[in-house]
């Protein structure tokens, strides 16, 4: 069953902060001593030759017997590498604390531990990572019951009593606060030099739907029919039948490369300047060996740190917001939404070849990696997905290198390679810009999601070429 968020303000006076700050510092501390202990577990197991085998039996094997994976959980049982063993742990902390953490925070804590443990066991994870001080902002349960709960507009956690700011007048809050809480988790944000407090209250069910205040109609509404995005790291080109359209990712999203270079600058002047005895003569970093290096903070190194939180954290805020108004663009053009299987994280690493250019110079390794930082597109298909997911149907993925939708031709059913600086198709004096043109094909793709429907190719092509002379038009303020 599905779930959906509500986030809503906490109105807390100093003390409730106080033990609020105190309860995030500990959670930190049951954290990193969790990552402590199983850390220890993890590279005991690593160790061994079994594992070791079996791990590099997997390396380019694309069927992978069930047997395999057995065993494979069979030794992280026997290690203790598993969710519940976790649990097991962290309730020896937890009752140190229990006047602050009660045991399913505490559980909640070790689940989250665990999905970092996950990302390294079957994702792209190399290494978990300890919590540094301050970054443990979150705090959450696991029902409505125990721990952390609301009741009668409060949140009542282990002797503490919040307000929280409901506002009833607003009809999504107040069709959000009829449906059943599933479990409710405190936030702290660091906005403009101080820090707020939130309650996100996770509800059963699908999200109510939101009204225009002017109208009373529905806002977002999810259409019928196909559609085919062709993303990129810095835009998106969208094919519906009802409309075209070629768009800059987080468009309001402002180039802060000046602003964080200049607060980088003043935060190293700083830091240099309270700390002289940890820099050699030729400035660079003394290494101390197996000591600690002790670092002093200014007031104002402090202050160009919050600076430069503050900026990341305004640039986050207007990405999400602008991915989510585009995601229920893209679901009200139609309900089957098809999308190219991308390597996001791919294009983020640098070229690990080192080339010339045509004038003997070598070529910069940098790729895509602050596109794809400030334009978040695989954040934009996740929302996609969330939001298809509450009417029944899910973000469609067709094979990229077999489907090659950039290089196809429906018109004679040819493939032809093009650079990447080619961005018009030329079909017999028919010409298309590059990147609607694979949209569309993706919207009329086969259901095998490798080939593409060469009938609804044919049937589509007049409309959508009416509607992509009418997006070129708006881009270039000329009549096609």
């Known amino acids: 069953m599905a779930n ?105 804590i070790a689940t989250s531990l665990w999905k970092s443990y996950e990302t390294v066991f079957y994702g792209n994870g190399k290494k978990v990572y300890y919590k540094k001080y301050g970054t443990f902002n979150t705090l959450e349960g696991k029902s409505n019951s125990t721990g952390i709960r609301f009741k009668d507009d409060m949140i009542l956690w282990n002797g503490l009593e919040i307000p929280v700011i409901i506002d009833y007048s607003n009809y999504y809050e107040y069709q959000a606060m009829q449906c059943k809480i599933c479990y409710n988790r405190i936030v702290r944000k660091f906005i403009r030099n101080k820090y707020k407090y939130y309650v996100q209250i996770v509800f059963k069910g699908n999200p109510p739907v ?53 607060i980088l600058r003043k935060m190293d002047r700083s830091i240099r300047s309270t700390n002289p005895d940890n820099y050699n003569e030729d400035g660079t970093i003394k290494k101390q060996g197996n000591k600690k290096v002790i670092w002093h903070k200014s007031n104002h190194y402090i202050k160009y740190q919050n600076e430069l939180k ?40 640098r070229a690990k070849k080192t080339e010339k250019n045509n004038n003997g110079k070598f070529k910069r390794k940098k790729r895509f990696g602050k596109s794809l930082a400030n334009k978040a597109p695989s954040m934009l298909l996740t929302i996609i997905n969330r939001k298809l997911g509450y009417y029944g149907e899910q973000l469609i993925k067709i094979e990229t290198f077999e489907a090659k939708a950039s290089q196809f ?37 086969a259901d ?16 959508f070429y009416r509607l992509h002379n009418l997006e070129v038009e708006r881009l270039t303020g000329q009549k096609i």
Not at 58 to 80: A, E, H, M, S, T
């Open 4 to 108: 959906f968020t509500v986030e809503f303000p906490l109105r807390t006076e100093k003390y409730q902060e106080d033990i609020l700050n105190k309860r995030f510092e500990i959670g930190r501390n049951i954290y990193n001593s969790l990552v402590n202990v199983t850390q220890k577990r993890y590279k005991e197991m690593i160790k061994t030759k079994k594992y070791r085998d079996i791990m590099s039996s997997l390396v380019g094997n694309k069927k992978i017997d069930k047997g395999i994976w057995k065993q494979i959980d069979d030794i992280r049982k026997q290690y203790g590498m598993l969710e519940y063993s976790f649990h097991k742990d962290v309730k020896k902390m937890q009752k140190h604390f229990k006047d602050n953490i009660d045991s399913f925070t505490a559980q909640k």
């Open 210 to 262: 939101k009204l225009n205040a002017d109208t009373g109609e529905i806002k977002h509404c999810i259409g019928d029919g196909d559609v085919g995005l062709d993303i990129g790291t810095r835009t998106i080109a969208i094919a519906s039948q009802s409309d075209v359209k070629i768009l800059e990712l987080a468009d309001r999203i402002q180039n802060i490369e000046n602003q964080k270079r200049r």
């Open 310 to 349: 503050e900026l990341y954290r305004k640039q986050t805020a207007v990405r999400k917001y602008q991915h989510e108004c585009l995601a229920n663009y893209i679901i009200s053009l139609g309900n089957k939404v098809y999308v190219e299987n991308m390597n996001f994280a791919g294009l983020q690493r």
């Open 409 to 445: 031709n429906h018109f004679d059913g040819t493939y032809t390679k093009k650079s990447l600086s080619q961005r018009w198709n030329n079909f017999d004096g028919v010409k298309i810009q590059r990147d609607l043109y694979s949209a569309f094909l993706i919207m009329n793709i």
């Open 448 to 463: 095998d999601l490798k080939s593409f429907d060469i009938d609804k190719c044919n049937d589509r092509f007049e409309n």
